[in-house]
């Protein structure tokens, strides 16, 4: 069945430093989704990406699609103490099997 | 809108015994997903419902099932519960299931087994 691994599986971070995970699709993605969940919180959509090396932009925030579309990276640049929480990507084969597979997760701690 | 609302948000059972949750997705979301989350292993894929019928099933035994009502309020049933189902599981809608939705996830039952 289809796998998405997620690297790294924990980050401690000084606040300022920069931060990055990865995530490995064992098969073509349709499209991949990241989401963020807060300790003792529900995972929150953060953005989707669908196009052959897409490249989006919230704030801090850099997220990328790879060109054979099976990986794909969440970067923050100049981390805040907001932003500590687990990081998942999510991605969909394509078809009608409309099914998102879950990474495990990076969890980010950032020290003040 | 409202979110979508888990039920109970805590419970706790002992082996053997069966568990029914619930959750009532935002109100115009057609389609709900379950999963499983316990330390290590992120979120597990349980199964997803779409106008009443199961369009999408996770490795999870056949203890696990669910359902889902004609007003898209959806239910999940564990029967014979063992320690390993202690987890947070969590229901997530989107309006129509398509394959670009995005996921509005509630705030999850945490289930104790003793």
């Known amino acids: 069945g289809q796998q998405v691994m997620q690297i790294p599986q924990y980050q401690h971070v000084q606040e300022g430093e920069d931060f990055t995970t990865y995530c490995n699709s064992s098969t073509t993605l349709s499209n991949i989704q990241w989401y963020k969940q807060r300790p003792g919180g529900h995972p929150v959509f953060l953005i989707q990406l669908v196009k052959s090396g897409e490249v989006k932009k919230q704030k801090r925030l850099t997220f990328q699609f790879g060109e054979a579309k099976k990986n794909s990276s969440l970067h923050i640049t100049a981390t805040q103490t907001t932003d500590v929480g687990t990081y998942f990507c999510a991605g969909r084969r394509g078809g009608s099997n409309y099914k998102l597979t879950f990474g495990k997760g990076t969890l980010l701690t950032v020290n003040p | 809108k409202a979110g979508v609302t888990q039920t109970p948000r805590y419970l706790i059972k002992t082996r053997g015994q069966q568990v029914t949750l619930s959750c009532s997705p935002i109100s115009g979301h057609r389609s709900v997903s379950w999963y499983q989350q316990t330390p290590g292993q992120g979120l597990q894929f349980l199964f997803e419902y779409f106008s009443e019928t199961q369009r999408n099933k996770g490795n999870f035994p056949g203890r696990f099932s669910g359902r889902q009502f004609s007003n898209s309020r959806s239910e999940m049933n564990v029967s014979t519960l063992e320690l390993g189902d202690s987890a947070l599981y969590l229901c997530?809608?989107?309006?129509?299931?398509?394959?670009?939705?995005?996921?509005?996830f509630g705030d999850g039952t945490r289930l104790s087994i003793l």
């Open positions: 997530a809608s989107s309006a129509a299931g398509t394959g670009d939705s995005l996921l509005h």
